[in-house]
C-alpha cells in the first residue's frame, strides 16, 4: 500500500500524552497529533506546581491532576476518556517523543489488516532515538527460557512479547477487560507487566515496523569503553527504585509461566546495573535506592515511594 492510500484512521483513536513539567516539545506534539486522532487528552501530572499554558487541543482536553498519581493512573484516565468518546484504540504517548504525520495511519493500519486482528491487544511504533542513532529490538521467546532480540523489518513483527507503551496502540476494550494498568506500580515496569498479562490471557502484541517514533528513554547518553558503546539512562535515583521495586511482583507473577522472559529481565537488569556503576554519578544514591525498592517490593510495599532522603528528586523546570 503506498502512503497516499493508508487510511485515515481519525474516527476511532484516542491520544492520551501524559505530562509532568513540560517543554516546548509538547505544544509540538499536540501539534503533529491533532490531525491524526479523533480525540486527543492531555494528563498533567506537575500537581499543585504545574505551570500553566498547555494548549487545549481540539476534539480534547487537559486534565490537571493535584498530584503526581504516577504514569499507571493517568494512562488510565486517559483509557476512561478514550472509552467515553467511544474510541476504539488508545494511542499513549510520553512528552517528548516527536511523532511523524503518518504515524497513526501505519499503526492502525497495521492493527486492521494483522491475520489475527480479533487477538490482537496492542500494536507498538518502531522506537528510535535518531539523536543517538540507535533503534529499539523487541524481545521474542525462542524456546524453554531462551529468548532472542529482533529488529524490526519488512511491514510488520510478530509474536512480540514486550513493547514500552510509548507510541503504543492498545485496543480500548481489551484494556478494559484486562483492567488496565496497575496503578499500584505507580511508574515502571508498568508496561511491562500490562504486556505479560496480555500474553497470558491469550493475546497477541505486534510491531508496525514502519510506524517510526523518535523517542529518548531517560537521559541517555552515549559513553564508550574498550571500543564499545554504551547507553547509560542516568536515571535518578528513585526511578531506580520504582525499577528494582516493581519487578519483585512481576517476577513472582510471570517468571514462572514466561521463563524465557525472565531471563531476559535478569541479563537487561545486570546489564543497566552494570552501565550505571560504570558511566553515572551519584551510584551510592542509586544502589541505596535499589535496596530500598527491592526490601519494599519482597515486602509487598507498593504505590508512590516513601519519603525517603535518598529518594529525593529535584523537580524539573
Given at each position: 500500500?503506498?502512503?497516499?492510500?493508508?487510511p485515515h484512521?481519525a474516527?476511532?483513536v484516542a491520544?492520551?500524552?501524559?505530562?509532568?513539567f513540560p517543554?516546548?516539545?509538547?505544544?509540538?506534539?499536540?501539534a503533529?497529533?491533532r490531525?491524526?486522532v479523533?480525540?486527543?487528552?492531555?494528563i498533567?501530572?506537575?500537581?499543585?506546581?504545574?505551570?500553566?499554558?498547555?494548549?487545549?487541543?481540539?476534539?480534547?482536553?487537559?486534565?490537571?491532576?493535584?498530584?503526581?498519581?504516577?504514569?499507571a493512573?493517568a494512562?488510565?484516565?486517559?483509557?476512561?476518556l478514550?472509552?467515553?468518546?467511544?474510541?476504539r484504540?488508545?494511542?499513549?504517548l510520553d512528552?517528548?517523543?516527536?511523532?511523524?504525520?503518518?504515524l497513526v495511519?501505519?499503526?492502525?493500519q497495521?492493527?486492521e489488516?494483522?491475520p489475527?486482528?480479533?487477538?490482537l491487544?496492542?500494536v507498538?511504533?518502531?522506537?528510535?532515538?535518531?539523536?543517538?542513532g540507535?533503534?529499539?529490538?523487541?524481545?521474542?521467546?525462542r524456546?524453554?527460557?531462551?529468548f532472542?532480540?529482533a529488529?524490526c523489518?519488512?511491514?510488520?513483527l510478530?509474536d512480540v512479547?514486550?513493547?514500552?507503551s510509548?507510541?503504543?496502540?492498545?485496543?480500548v476494550?481489551?484494556?478494559?477487560k484486562?483492567?488496565?494498568?496497575?496503578e499500584?506500580?505507580?511508574?515502571?515496569y508498568v508496561?511491562?507487566?500490562y504486556c505479560?498479562?496480555?500474553?497470558?490471557?491469550?493475546?497477541?502484541?505486534?510491531v508496525?515496523?514502519?510506524?517510526?517514533?523518535?523517542?529518548?528513554?531517560?537521559?541517555?547518553r552515549?559513553?564508550?569503553?574498550?571500543g564499545?558503546?554504551?547507553?547509560?539512562?542516568?536515571h535518578?535515583p528513585?526511578?531506580?527504585?520504582?525499577i528494582?521495586?516493581n519487578?519483585?511482583p512481576t517476577?513472582?507473577?510471570?517468571a514462572?509461566?514466561?521463563?524465557?522472559?525472565?531471563?531476559y529481565?535478569l541479563?537487561?537488569?545486570?546489564?543497566?546495573l552494570?552501565?550505571?556503576l560504570?558511566?553515572?554519578?551519584d551510584?551510592?544514591?542509586k544502589l541505596q535506592a535499589v535496596?530500598?525498592?527491592?526490601r519494599?517490593?519482597?515486602?509487598?510495599?507498593?504505590?508512590?515511594?516513601?519519603p525517603?532522603?535518598?529518594l529525593?528528586e529535584?523537580?524539573?523546570?
Amino acid at each position: 500500500m503506498t502512503d497516499s492510500a493508508i487510511p485515515h484512521p481519525a474516527g476511532s483513536v484516542a491520544a492520551v500524552i501524559v505530562a509532568y513539567f513540560p517543554g516546548p516539545d509538547l505544544t509540538a506534539l499536540i501539534a503533529d497529533l491533532r490531525p491524526q486522532v479523533q480525540r486527543l487528552f492531555v494528563i498533567d501530572n506537575s500537581g499543585p506546581d504545574r505551570i500553566d499554558g498547555i494548549p487545549g487541543p481540539p476534539a480534547g482536553l487537559v486534565v490537571h491532576n493535584p498530584r503526581n498519581v504516577g504514569i499507571a493512573a493517568a494512562l488510565n484516565q486517559g483509557l476512561h476518556l478514550a472509552r467515553a468518546a467511544g474510541c476504539r484504540w488508545l494511542l499513549t504517548l510520553d512528552q517528548d517523543v516527536s511523532a511523524g504525520p503518518d504515524l497513526v495511519a501505519r499503526l492502525v493500519q497495521t492493527a486492521e489488516n494483522h491475520p489475527q486482528a480479533e487477538r490482537l491487544a496492542m500494536v507498538a511504533a518502531n522506537l528510535g532515538d535518531a539523536e543517538l542513532g540507535i533503534r529499539a529490538r523487541f524481545l521474542r521467546r525462542r524456546f524453554g527460557p531462551l529468548f532472542e532480540r529482533a529488529s524490526c523489518r519488512g511491514d510488520r513483527l510478530d509474536d512480540v512479547a514486550l513493547a514500552v507503551s510509548a507510541g503504543s496502540l492498545y485496543r480500548v476494550d481489551v484494556m478494559e477487560k484486562l483492567g488496565g494498568f496497575r496503578e499500584d506500580y505507580f511508574i515502571d515496569y508498568v508496561d511491562t507487566e500490562y504486556c505479560l498479562r496480555a500474553l497470558e490471557a491469550g493475546y497477541r502484541i505486534a510491531v508496525a515496523c514502519h510506524a517510526r517514533l523518535n523517542h529518548r528513554l531517560g537521559d541517555r547518553r552515549r559513553a564508550r569503553l574498550a571500543g564499545l558503546d554504551f547507553f547509560p539512562t542516568h536515571h535518578p535515583p528513585v526511578r531506580w527504585y520504582y525499577i528494582a521495586r516493581n519487578r519483585v511482583p512481576t517476577v513472582r507473577a510471570y517468571a514462572r509461566r514466561f521463563p524465557f522472559w525472565f531471563t531476559y529481565d535478569l541479563a537487561a537488569s545486570a546489564y543497566g546495573l552494570m552501565r550505571m556503576l560504570l558511566f553515572e554519578g551519584d551510584r551510592r544514591r542509586k544502589l541505596q535506592a535499589v535496596w530500598l525498592g527491592t526490601r519494599d517490593g519482597l515486602r509487598g510495599r507498593m504505590g508512590e515511594a516513601p519519603p525517603d532522603p535518598a529518594l529525593a528528586e529535584a523537580r524539573p523546570r
